[in-house]
């Protein structure tokens, strides 16, 4: 019974019916919808990391993810390239919630060859806890690293998301939050050379996103 009650499925529904309990008591009163400034206002330089490429996302793509708010860029620091990509939602209500890209990147023809979640070491007080992945699409090989971001809180793990969303909305009467995604292609097949570029354009750029999310 024990390892029913623990199990993924279990903890799942859990999650989505206290979701929407809380979405249903915070409906009572208008959510406190925070304002933030637009991506698209992120530097164009990031510590040594330049932005090369201002990346497009089609009419098809918003629609699906719903997004309040999204930036596609590529950024490279001479030797290493990196995309990033955002997705801020400031609400979650009405199916307005980030697309995993565990499902998306399958999706889009990349197979998931590793995964696991990490803790990265950022340059602040504590390393924040990020999803890991290596992932396959013909002979290309890219490592992803993504998680949930509100505000000074970083969560890797979808459910854990889910649960902090039934908090502020019950604590603060708010849902916000951002999908932040990284990938850097693995030249060579080098994981330990691309971890080292990631984990550097993750430091260049950290900082700095959390002033264009609501505080």
């Given at each position: 019974?024990?390892?029913f ?20 008591y915070s ?7 925070p304002?933030?400034r ?18 497009l ?6 629609d ?5 708010d999204?930036?596609?860029?590529i ?10 990509f ?24 990349w197979?998931?060859?590793k995964s696991?979640?990490i ?8 390393p924040i ?13 890219s ?5 949930y ?16 969303v039934?908090?502020d ?10 999908l ?5 292609p693995l030249t ?15 430091r ?12």
């Amino acid at each position: 019974m024990l390892s029913f009650l623990n199990s993924r499925a279990v903890l799942a529904a859990s999650s989505l019916i206290l979701l929407q309990g809380a979405l249903m008591y915070s409906a009572i009163r208008p959510e406190s919808v925070p304002s933030s400034r637009p991506l698209s206002q992120l530097p164009a330089m990031l510590g040594s990391w330049k932005l090369v490429q201002e990346g497009l996302v089609n009419a098809e793509t918003r629609d699906v993810l719903k997004a309040d708010d999204l930036l596609n860029r590529i950024y490279a620091d001479g030797t290493n390239g990196a995309s990033l990509f955002i997705a801020a939602f400031r609400s979650q209500r009405n199916g307005k919630v980030p697309h995993s890209p565990k499902n998306c990147l399958p999706g889009n023809g990349w197979t998931p060859m590793k995964s696991e979640e990490i803790a990265l070491d950022v340059g602040g007080p504590a390393p924040i806890q990020v999803n890991r992945y290596v992932v396959a699409h013909g002979d290309e090989r890219s490592l992803v690293l993504y998680w949930y971001q509100s505000r000074d809180r970083v969560v890797a793990n979808e459910y854990a998301a889910k649960f902090w969303v039934v908090v502020d909305a019950m604590r603060l009467n708010r849902t916000d939050t951002a999908l932040v995604r990284v990938i850097v292609p693995l030249t060579n097949r080098d994981e330990e050379a691309a971890d080292r570029a990631a984990t550097d354009f993750v430091r260049s750029f950290y900082g700095t996103l959390r002033a264009y999310l609501p505080a």
